[in-house]
């Protein structure tokens, strides 16, 4: 049982190019996000899902695209790599609804530095 | 949404006892209390969740009052390793689905 895996752990991109960060779970949970961490700080959410085909934004989107088109899977794009998106960014899974039942599971997460 | 508030740091010693509260005074009635930990280089991980007053695990115990207007996480006889960023989460929901949000949350600094 793998939990959540994030590829790549490491990038280095250039201002202007695209990439996309993956994330795959294999415990069937509805709910998945992308938060990033920059120094200092807590985690932000960009992006999160409810369900494959429905896709939200969190207090962070822009610059980020997402889509979620399997349960399982929920990759995060960089449309135009900028400096400021050097962060370290989570991938988290968990079951939908509240309550007693809300246990997120995170990858190990990916360093990304924009030059 | 609701808030917390957790103190940005604190300093212990090994084999102490460490107590973390957080303030939620917006919770409301269905929401559960959670808590991460969060070593460097490494997604957060759960340590603990609650409703109302005391759970315990292997590894910390979670104090809730009554008005469950706070929670204190308490962690016994702390090691090195337990040198960590510990966060505060309460229920956040949109639209009926449970959105995790985390702040800044308190970061665990244990002296030898």
């Known amino acids: 049982n793998a939990g959540v895996t994030q590829t790549p752990k490491f990038q280095v991109l250039k201002t202007g190019q695209s990439m996309t960060l993956q994330c795959a779970q294999d415990?069937?949970?509805?709910?998945m996000s992308w938060y990033r961490q920059d120094p200092g700080m807590g985690l932000r959410l960009i992006h999160y899902s409810v369900g494959a085909g429905i896709t939200d934004q969190g207090e962070v989107p822009n610059g980020y695209n997402v889509s979620r088109s399997t349960t399982e899977d929920f990759p995060l794009r960089l449309l135009s790599a900028a400096p400021s998106q050097t962060s370290v960014y989570f991938c988290a899974s968990s079951y939908l609804f509240g309550g007693s039942d809300t246990e997120a599971f995170f990858g190990q997460g990916t360093r990304l530095t924009v030059v | 949404l609701a808030k917390t508030t957790q103190p940005i740091s604190m300093d212990s010693y090994e084999g102490q006892e460490v107590n973390i509260t957080c303030s939620h005074n917006n919770i409301a009635t269905n929401d559960y209390i959670t808590w991460y930990q969060q070593f460097p280089s490494q997604g957060p991980r759960f340590i603990i969740q609650g409703y109302k007053t005391k759970v315990t695990n292997e590894v910390a115990s979670l104090f809730i009052p009554a008005d469950r207007k706070s929670s204190t996480l308490s962690l016994p006889r702390v090691s090195l390793s337990d040198t960590a960023v510990y966060y505060c989460?309460?229920?956040?929901?949109?639209?009926?689905?449970?959105?995790?949000?985390f702040g800044r949350g308190t970061s665990l600094i244990v002296h030898p």
């Open positions: 989460l309460v229920g956040d929901y949109s639209g009926g689905s449970y959105i995790p949000t």
């Open positions: 415990m069937n949970h509805e709910y």
